[in-house]
């Protein structure tokens, strides 16, 4: 095991700065997974620490070593890629033996290692098979088990799943997470793919145009999201967002609406903010319900009244539906109305007016101009 330290780390290209300046230290056996979208920069910081793409400013640490002029193979880690990159003609035991051949191995401690990766990974039925003989699955878990064998100071992942079909990869995700585990190795993983961000890692760096947008624990991230950006990355659906503005004591939502936000600090009137709730934080009422007074919670906070919306799109997924609504008199954009989770035998058609209240502690509340959140440093 190692750790991996991260300090002030960027990458340019000429004069285009890619990464900007990132700093993390990754503890070890810890399980840290780089997420953003496409183009984000989280392959070249993955890249970077390989020795896969040469360091612009900043240092990075494996173990106590600066690794910054090192060669990859001097770094003591190994990569999985998303393309699995095994030789075809050899077999699944001859891939996974390969690199502790070339680095001079004793045969026998490569047969032994081999045969134990190959338990652990559930492929001795395989290991005399080619390639094209596999599943999708099994070459992945091949690629695996050529990184398991070398015994690494440290994992580097970068997108292994995205080649495989939807159910295989929630299988795959929790084949890793326990074989991670189990062998306690420190682990960089990148994915575009939030769902698996957060049921992999024991920490994420949410990544945004080359930017660490934000660095914690999951469950962190998900209740307290530092920005606009976080906020509408990490969660599935995403967070509602709309705009508003600062009215006395509350603010002014799409169409007119004032909502009372009782005993939270708010900036000047008029000020331009960014409203957020997860749809899983609406709860619907009864269509025949009236408009309830602020009252208190279980929590002991005051809850905000129930506001009407009007559906005009219904998404069934068995178990939910997703009720995508419009704020009566505002505007017909769906990004300035909310997403509503609904049991998914709820009656709500298009056109229908659905009730939902909520509550203040489920509420965030960010700088429409910054998009940061209100009261957290820059």
Excluded: W
């Amino acid at each position: 095991m190692a750790r991996i330290s991260l300090k002030d780390v960027r990458k340019s290209y000429g004069a285009t700065e890619v990464i900007h300046g990132v700093s993390i230290d990754v503890d070890d056996g810890e399980f840290v997974v780089i997420v953003g979208p496409s183009g984000c920069g989280k392959s070249t910081l993955l890249r970077m620490v390989a020795g896969l793409e040469v360091i612009t400013k900043g240092t990075i640490s494996i173990d106590g070593r600066v690794v910054n002029d090192l060669e990859p193979r001097a770094r003591d880690i190994a990569m999985v890629f998303q393309n699995y990159a095994l030789y075809p003609h050899m077999s699944v035991r001859e891939n996974m033996a390969y690199g502790l051949k070339i680095s001079g191995m004793a045969k026998p401690e490569i047969a032994a290692r081999v045969a134990r990766a190959a338990k652990m990974l559930e492929l001795a039925p395989y290991l005399d098979r080619k390639p094209r003989a596999l599943s999708g699955g099994q070459r992945q878990r091949v690629a695996m088990g050529r990184a398991l064998v070398r015994d690494p100071a440290a994992f580097l992942l970068d997108e292994p799943l995205s080649n495989l079909d939807a159910k295989l990869r929630v299988q795959m995700r929790l084949q890793i997470k326990q074989l991670q585990r189990s062998v306690g190795t420190t682990s960089l993983y990148v994915t575009h793919d939030q769902v698996e961000a957060m049921t992999l890692a024991d920490r994420l760096i949410v990544m945004n145009a080359g930017r660490a947008e934000q660095i914690d624990t999951p469950m962190a991230i998900y209740e307290r999201p530092a920005s606009t950006f976080v906020a509408g990355f990490i969660g599935s659906p995403a967070m509602n967002l709309v705009p508003v503005t600062v009215a006395e004591g509350g603010v002014v939502l799409p169409g007119g609406t004032v909502l009372a936000l009782p005993g939270l600090a708010l900036p000047a009137v008029g000020s331009a903010l960014r409203f957020g709730v997860r749809p899983e934080h609406l709860q619907a009422q009864s269509p025949d319900s009236g408009a309830p007074e602020a009252q208190a919670s279980e929590s002991g906070m005051p809850e905000a009244p129930a506001l009407t919306l009007e559906v005009f799109a219904v998404e069934t997924l068995g178990a939910d539906a997703y009720a995508h609504c419009l704020f009566p008199g505002g505007s017909d954009h769906p990004d300035e109305g909310f997403v509503v989770r609904l049991p998914g035998n709820t009656a709500a058609r298009q056109g229908d007016r659905i009730r939902v209240s909520l509550d203040l502690s489920a509420l965030h509340l960010f700088d429409d101009t910054s998009g940061r959140r209100i009261g957290e440093a820059v």
